[in-house]
T-cell receptor
Framework: GDSVTQMEGPVTLSEEAFLTINCTYT??????LFWYVQYPGEGLQLLLK?????DKGSNKGFEATYRKETTSFHLEKGSVQVSDSAVYFC??????????FGRGTSLIVHP | NAGVTQTPKFRILKIGQSMTLQCAQD?????MYWYRQDPGMGLKLIYY???????DKGEVPNGYNVSRSTTEDFPLRLELAAPSQTSVYFC??????????????FGSGTRLTVV
């Protein structure tokens, strides 16, 4: 079945550092890929998405490129802020009604 | 434009009690979902619905029940609460099949503790 694997957290960075959170997936066909963010005490919010190979999703300075050859969708940001501290979830939507979520990666940004 | 509204935000139950977690969306989404999130873990799907009158089990349905009498509402019922049901519960909705292009809209969650 479909699966999503994210790097273990927490990821701890200083403000203005470069961020990469790795995400790889297993799925049949051509899934859509998503990154969600969960701020403390809140629900998940869609951060960005990509629906086909080589698409780049971007939002709020975050980017991720759909790489079919490496089955990856790594999240990057050039300069993180304290306000980016949150839990980030990679997800895919394949042929079923149900999305598959990764276990989430906690990001902590220090001033 | 409320999105997905969950009530209550917090609740403490005693073992064996029952309760209903409410979820309502005002976006005319046909698909609705209930997830639970345990500390340090990802999301586990409890139940989902593809439209009014249609529900189906997810990954962890035991101890829960749902109904979908209207497009807007998707309540989750806990019968005979157990400590293992201590968790944060999220309701979500999406448009069309699994929200291919629009993603999922989540509520802010209900934090449930069973003691």
């Amino acid at each position: 079945g479909d699966s999503v694997t994210q790097m273990e957290g927490p990821v701890t960075l200083s403000e203005e550092a470069f961020l990469t959170i790795n995400c790889t997936y297993t799925a049949t066909g051509y899934p859509s890929l998503f990154w969600y963010v969960q701020y403390p005490g809140e629900g998940l919010q869609l951060l960005l998405k990509a629906t086909k190979a080589d698409d780049k999703g971007s939002n709020k300075g975050f980017e991720a490129t759909y790489r079919k050859e490496t089955t990856s969708f790594h999240l990057e940001k050039g300069s993180v802020q304290v306000s980016d501290s949150a839990v980030y979830f990679c997800a895919l939507k394949g042929g079923s009604y149900i999305p598959t979520f990764g276990r989430g990666t906690s990001l902590i940004v220090h001033p | 434009n409320a999105g997905v509204t969950q009530t209550p935000k917090f609740r403490i139950l005693k073992i064996g009690q029952s309760m209903t977690l409410q979820c309502a969306q005002d976006m005319n989404h046909n698909y609705m979902y209930w997830y639970r999130q345990d500390p340090g873990m990802g999301l586990k799907l409890i139940y989902y619905s593809v439209g009014a009158g249609i529900t189906d089990k997810g990954e962890v349905p035991n101890g829960y029940n749902v109904s979908r009498s209207t497009t807007e509402d998707f309540p989750l019922r806990l019968e005979l609460a157990a400590p293992s049901q201590t968790s944060v519960y999220f309701c979500a909705s999406s448009f069309r099949q699994g929200g291919d292009n629009y993603g999922y809209t989540f509520g802010s969650g209900t934090r449930l503790t069973v003691v």
